[in-house]
């Protein structure tokens, strides 16, 4: 299926002439997406670090890799060099670097990773100017209706089919087990998806020695999914050092297996000090169904903030709202630092407005605030219009975000 990060990546390779880093989690569609660019090319080299001939190709350095690219010739379009989990390899920024500054004039370059590319070190950002970062995401209620990119930030409401949004809900968006729409299968393709990021992918990225125990903090995540969470009693239950639980979840969140985010203040080192929550990539490995309700939510916010962030559409971040009477909003969009969507998730549309959606309509005065409810039917009103805190239904107002 087509993806909606498509237009996106080519204009990066065809029009801007940057490479393009592609990243998010196992299986999300990252390779799948990068080979679309195969197609209506004569020149083009997909090597994977995990395969052991493209990993002593790639050991060779940048003349032996583009050797097979045959770039003596003229081609019609320029030859397409991808370059997959290349993050495992230590190196891996001097020679993407080393690569697109000797032939970035005669080939385009994609390079995918499934831990976060971290191109930062102590000195700045050393490929600074030569990349867009572009992080996929699984499928969401937009995606599934339009892979078409739209000019605006927030679409007008189309209705998607209720089974859908269901199936969205208990198999999950990763492409495979969402497409096959088998609960069976579903189970076990992310079963198995899991023990390979705990038994594989941790060894691969970090020097972690204490897997067992951060498998246990794994599932703490998940029991605790949008619940605040304190670093210090987790240490305590784990018997291990606060440092230990915060590098792990370090890791777990380089992974993506799961995402924090922080109470929202103006204040950026204050909000920082205080207790985040965390949800999780696969929302389907929650058991409370409000708790995976939320997290469905939490999911295709944060997808919206990185779609419209990439894009270079502004600075766009997810948070939650919560103040020392303990008054709390499930879920507060900014735009440019600025308050800009406020979201509160119920599963029934007979709870009734949530007075701290109001309290936090009034005081922060965002554009726009409503009462998400799931078992509320879908209603063609567009929620750019309403101009009070309303209660509307999860499936309206996700058909809006992309």
């Not at 939320?294 to 270079?312: I, P, Q, Y």
């Amino acid at each position: 299926m087509k993806r909606m990060y498509q237009q996106l990546i080519h204009d990066s390779l065809e029009q801007f002439g940057k490479m393009a880093f592609i990243c998010g989690p196992r299986q999300v569609g990252k390779t799948t997406l990068a080979k679309t660019f195969f197609k209506g090319r004569d020149g083009y080299l997909y090597l994977n670090w995990d395969n052991l001939d493209d990993r002593k190709k790639i050991l060779e350095g940048p003349a032996a890799i583009v050797k097979g690219l045959s770039l003596e010739r003229v081609f019609r379009v320029k030859p397409l060099l991808v370059l997959d989990e290349i993050h495992k390899y230590n190196e891996w920024k001097s020679l993407v670097k080393g690569l697109y500054d000797t032939y970035g004039d005669e080939l385009q370059i994609i390079v995918t990773g499934s831990a976060r590319l971290n191109v930062y070190s102590r000195e700045g950002d050393s490929m600074m100017g030569r990349y867009f970062q572009y992080r996929i995401h699984p499928l969401s209620v937009g995606e599934l209706l339009s892979s078409e990119l739209d000019s605006a930030l927030l679409k007008g409401p189309r209705e998607l089919d209720d089974d859908k949004i269901d199936q969205l809900l208990k198999l999950g968006g990763y492409p495979e087990p969402f497409l096959h729409n088998d609960s069976a299968f579903s189970h076990q393709w992310h079963s198995l998806r899991h023990q390979q990021m705990m038994n594989q992918d941790l060894r691969d990225i970090s020097e972690v020695r204490m897997i067992s125990r951060i498998e246990v903090l794994s599932e703490f995540i998940k029991e605790q999914a949008g619940q605040l969470f304190n670093f210090s009693n987790t240490a305590r239950k784990l018997r291990v050092s606060d440092a230990s639980i915060r590098h792990w979840i370090d890791v777990l969140e380089e992974l993506y297996y799961c995402f924090r985010i922080q109470p929202w203040s103006k204040n950026v080192e204050r909000s920082l000090m205080k207790n985040p929550k965390f949800y999780l990539w696969d929302w389907s490995r929650i058991k409370d169904s409000g708790a995976r309700l939320e997290n469905l939510v939490a999911s295709h916010l944060l997808k919206a903030c990185h779609f419209w962030t990439d894009r270079g559409l502004g600075v766009f971040k997810l948070h939650f709202v919560r103040d020392k009477d303990k008054h709390e909003v499930d879920f507060l969009l900014s735009k440019d630092q600025e308050p800009w969507i406020l979201v509160e998730v119920k599963r029934s549309q007979k709870k009734p407005l949530s007075r701290s959606l109001l309290r936090f309509k009034e005081q922060l005065n965002p554009k726009y605030a409503f009462q998400v409810a799931y078992d509320m039917p879908y209603v063609d009103v567009d929620f750019r219009d309403l101009k009070k805190p309303k209660i509307i239904p999860v499936s309206t107002f996700l058909s809006q975000l992309p």
